[in-house]
């Protein structure tokens, strides 16, 4: 399998958005903490119009015989002014179905990210990881990355909804 890497348009919109939602799932069956909000596949459609017409964000999309396998968003920023001043990329989404994982169709992904920084002036490029996501995690050590922050989480018992409702 060979992927083919380019720019995704709005017209993109669902493919895009089927790999976005495979993704969470994906992390959904990692961790159960992991539960993205009702509206978030609508919320994430109408970002995605708007970082393929934007200058401070990129969509790529992995393309196996015209079929899309794999997806990364990018997006440009500084920052908080606390920290000294310098461009950063930050990876939102990066995706690519098991069946074209270790190929190559991620490294392609990220290969564009990085010239695309290194293009804008920016002096990293981060990501989150799931903890959980010992593949994710593999992939990233192997592109030369390695842990800056680590989020912790502590339970505090039953979680009680916005209704006062125990979940």
Do not use: C, I
């Not at 961790?31 to 393929?52: E, K």
């Not at 995706?95 to 990293?124: F, I, K, N």
């Not at 990233?140 to 209704?163: I, P």
């Amino acid at each position: 399998m060979s992927a083919f890497v380019r720019l995704a348009r709005p017209s993109d919109l669902a493919p895009a958005l089927a790999l976005w939602t495979a993704l969470h799932r994906e992390h959904q069956a990692l961790d159960p903490r992991y539960r993205l909000a009702d509206d978030a596949a609508a919320r994430w459609s109408t970002d995605f119009r708007d970082w393929t017409r934007s200058e401070g964000s990129r969509v790529w999309l992995a393309l196996d015989a015209g079929r899309p396998v794999g997806l990364l968003t990018a997006h440009l920023y500084q920052p908080a002014p606390l920290y000294r001043e310098h461009l950063l990329v930050h990876v939102a989404d990066l995706y690519v179905m098991p069946e074209a994982r270790g190929v190559g169709t991620g490294r392609a992904l990220l290969d564009h990210a990085r010239s695309w920084g290194r293009a804008e002036g920016a002096a990293q490029l981060q990501a989150g990881v799931l903890a959980a996501n010992a593949a994710g995690r593999a992939f990233w050590a192997r592109a030369g990355a390695d842990d800056y922050s680590v989020t912790v989480t502590v339970g505090l018992g039953d979680a009680v909804d916005k209704g006062g409702a125990r979940r």
